[in-house]
């Protein structure tokens, strides 16, 4: 390990109880979407204490936040990206108190270190990432723009990274109809639940004409309060889309929208349909990936595995469509344990949960370190995004 890392592991090393604390600390203050007021204020007021230019509160967002610490000109722009939303209930139960700590130690790591190489650093606090895929409005906002990579850390079963995700469109759609007495005049009623019904059959349809990676969900979420012999005037579904390649699932939703529009007309309905949040899916980032694996090994972390080829949705992946990106996986629960599990929540506070953000820290900041100081490296990681992005394109 070169000098400047090992210094960095000595700093990191010299603040474990006080990034135990602030991890604890968060996971005994569980806050849900765009309510985590005292998760971010104790984000803000460290980092600002550390050194970085504090702006609290992004667009309609108020506990999102940007700090900045900038060395020179012309260097790398590195984004450090930290979620800190509880899950309503739950709480802690997938892991998101350990990012905002370990993103903040491999800040100030790579800030003391001694780098002379001209560099900036940006730590986003991303708010409601669980509920409203909070990056996704913060793009909106004009987050990101200011960042030439996008790193983050989150809990795991094993110490990974993603190499793919699943875009996601959820959609609601209400139909809304003409309500009557369905014995007495059921010629002048138009249901909107038939509306509804026949959109689910028609994404049944659908079904057997999609890439074989395409995942259509649907459920009733509301319908009138209404007994069976009234014609229903407003039936609402909740409709999810999946897909690997988000290009592909575009022209997906624009079918889809067909058989709404088709279900509303021969029910002599109508169909608003509602985009709730659409996740992209992650442009691969295989350098990347194979830079923070290696720094993963350099900082002996746990149960280290092959990155993972297929996952869920996340918001990461709409700031990946802007530049390359990744998260490095940290164990801290058993190899089995699932996300919003039991699990999750039963070590929140243990020896392996604190252990991950000290690794974490680590793995980041030796990452950060090889972004600044590598000839070439930055290069190399954006000609692979722009080839991945490329062949994204292709396969759609």
């Known amino acids: 390990m070169d000098a400047l890392k090992e210094k ?18 968060i996971f005994d203050h569980p806050e849900v979407a765009l309510e985590e007021v005292y998760a971010s204020s104790l984000l803000e007021n460290w980092l600002e204490s ?31 990206l930290c979620e800190y939303d509880a899950l309503p209930g739950i709480g802690h139960a997938c892991g998101h108190h350990l990012q905002g700590p370990c993103i903040a130690a491999a800040a100030n790591a790579v800030l003391n270190a001694g780098i002379k190489e001209p560099f900036k650093l940006v730590v986003y606090g991303t708010p409601a990432e669980e509920h409203m895929a909070g990056k996704i409005k913060m793009i909106e906002e004009g987050c990101f723009k200011d960042i030439d990579v996008a790193l983050m850390m989150h809990g795991s079963p094993t110490t990974t990274c993603d190499i793919k995700s699943m875009a996601n469109y959820h959609i609601e759609v ?38 074989d990676d395409v995942r259509m969900h649907y459920t009733v979420q509301s319908t009138c309060n209404i007994p069976a012999n009234v014609v229903s005037s407003k039936a609402i579904g909740s409709f999810i889309l999946r897909s690997y ?7 997906v939703f624009r079918r889809f929208e067909k058989v709404i529009q088709g279900a509303a007309l021969m029910t002599e309905t109508t169909a608003e349909i ?3 949040n659409r996740m992209a899916s992650k ?39 802007l530049m390359p990106g990744s998260c490095i996986r940290v164990m801290f629960v058993p190899e089995k344990a699932a996300a919003h599990s039991q699990e999750y929540l039963d070590n929140g506070k243990s020896q392996t949960g604190h252990d991950a953000i000290i690794y974490g820290a680590k793995i980041l900041a030796y990452v950060c370190c090889d972004l ?14 722009e080839k991945q992005k490329q062949k994204m394109t292709e396969e759609a």
């Open 174 to 211: 209400t139909f809304r109809g003409t309500s009557t007495h369905a014995a007495i005049n059921p010629d002048k009623g138009r249901s909107a639940l038939d509306g509804l019904i026949l959109a689910f059959q028609g994404v049944e349809f659908l079904r057997e004409h999609v890439r």
């Open 274 to 276: 509602k985009v709730l």
């Open 8 to 25: 960095m592991n000595v700093l990191i090393d010299s603040m474990k109880q006080e990034l135990w604390n602030m991890g604890d600390d």
């Open 50 to 80: 550390h050194g970085f230019q504090v702006e609290r509160g992004l667009g309609f967002m108020t506990t999102a936040f940007r700090a900045v610490y900038e060395q020179g000109n012309g260097g790398p722009s590195i984004g450090l």
């Open 245 to 251: 390649n988000v290009l592909a699932l575009d022209d």
């Open 372 to 385: 600044i100081t590598v000839p070439g490296l930055m290069n190399e990681i954006q000609e692979d995004y």
């Open 283 to 321: 442009i691969p980032a295989l350098r990347l990936n194979d830079e923070i694996i290696k720094c993963a090994h350099e900082a002996g972390a746990p149960r280290i595995s092959p990155p993972r080829e297929k996952t869920g949705s996340t918001d990461l992946a709409n700031v990946m469509e």
